[in-house]
């Protein structure tokens, strides 16, 4: 079973997390402050972390984007009372895999974290370079160049451009994307996958004046060397 370990200086929400996940048979700690995390994943591996953003020390969007400089795969469901569209799009530049506005019902907690799981435990696909033009995409290092120059791009933003170039030139709908990257829990404003189409731009395309990354009005988004 996943360990998991938890970031949330609310003593009464953290203990109720922790007793309600060790009851559906995870191995959960917690800690109360963003410097004692880091020194808690020293002790032992962990495969998935809840994080909230307003905590003393380290701030919870900070250790997210600390996670994400050595460790690309596991899981990050922020926890925040911060509902706003852009401190949504802020934990997601800084890696994070899905968010949940408190107050929230325990159980949908655990819905996600299933939901998590279950896309992280995918195994690798047989293809293990995508090349579009002089884009070429690593999927079993998960490394993205252009014109052999790399791109740093934040998980979503890696999972949304391979989502488009498995599609072959297809073009995607904005709800397929949202399906399909966020899960059918996630509860976006579709406006966010323009957000992240643009992140993608400026980091593929801007510097390039062969565009890769199109909008078909009316329709999606899709991916090819017009």
């Given at each position: 079973?996943?360990?998991?370990?938890?970031?949330?200086?609310?003593?009464i929400?953290?203990?109720?997390?922790?007793?309600?996940?060790?009851?559906?048979?995870?191995?959960?700690?917690?800690?109360?402050?963003?410097?004692?995390?880091?020194?808690?994943?020293?002790?032992k591996?962990?495969?998935?972390?809840?994080?909230d953003i307003?905590?003393?020390?380290?701030?919870?969007?900070?250790?997210?984007?600390?996670?994400?400089?050595?460790?690309?795969v596991?899981?990050?469901?922020?926890?925040?009372?911060?509902?706003?569209?852009?401190?949504?799009?802020?934990?997601?530049?800084?890696?994070?895999?899905?968010?949940?506005?408190?107050?929230?019902?325990?159980?949908?907690l655990y819905?996600?974290?299933?939901?998590?799981?279950?896309?992280?435990?995918?195994?690798?696909?047989?293809?293990?370079?995508?090349?579009?033009?002089?884009?070429?995409?690593?999927?079993?290092?998960?490394?993205?160049?252009?014109?052999?120059?790399?791109?740093?791009l934040?998980?979503?933003?890696?999972?949304?451009?391979?989502?488009?170039?498995?599609?072959?030139?297809?073009?995607?709908?904005?709800?397929?994307?949202?399906?399909?990257?966020?899960?059918?829990?996630?509860?976006?404003?579709l406006?966010?996958?323009?957000?992240?189409?643009?992140?993608?731009?400026k980091?593929?395309?801007?510097?390039?004046?062969?565009?890769?990354?199109?909008?078909?009005?009316?329709?999606?988004?899709?991916?090819?060397?017009?």
């Open positions: 079973m996943t360990k998991i370990l938890l970031l949330e200086d609310d003593t929400l953290s203990q109720e997390i922790l007793t309600f996940l060790k009851s559906k048979n995870f191995e959960c700690d917690a800690v109360y402050n963003g410097d004692i995390f880091f020194r808690q994943i020293h002790k591996p962990y495969g998935l972390y809840l994080l307003n905590v003393p020390g380290m701030h919870g969007l900070e250790v997210c984007q600390k996670i994400r400089d050595t460790d690309r596991s899981p990050i469901l922020m926890l925040t009372a911060y509902g706003e569209l852009q401190d949504k799009l802020d934990a997601f530049r800084n890696g994070a895999d899905d968010y949940l506005v408190k107050p929230f019902h325990i159980e949908e819905i996600r974290i299933l939901a998590l799981l279950r896309r992280s435990s995918i195994p690798q696909e047989s293809e293990q370079t995508i090349r579009i033009l002089d884009l070429e995409i690593n999927v079993s290092e998960m490394k993205v160049t252009r014109n052999h120059q790399p791109i740093e934040t998980p979503k933003e890696y999972q949304l451009l391979l989502l488009l170039a498995k599609a072959k030139g297809r073009t995607l709908s904005k709800q397929t994307i949202a399906e399909q990257i966020w899960d059918i829990h996630f509860d976006t404003n406006n966010t996958i323009e957000v992240y189409i643009n992140f993608l731009r980091k593929v395309d801007k510097e390039h004046a062969q565009k890769l990354i199109h909008t078909r009005p009316g329709y999606g988004y899709y991916l090819q060397a017009d």
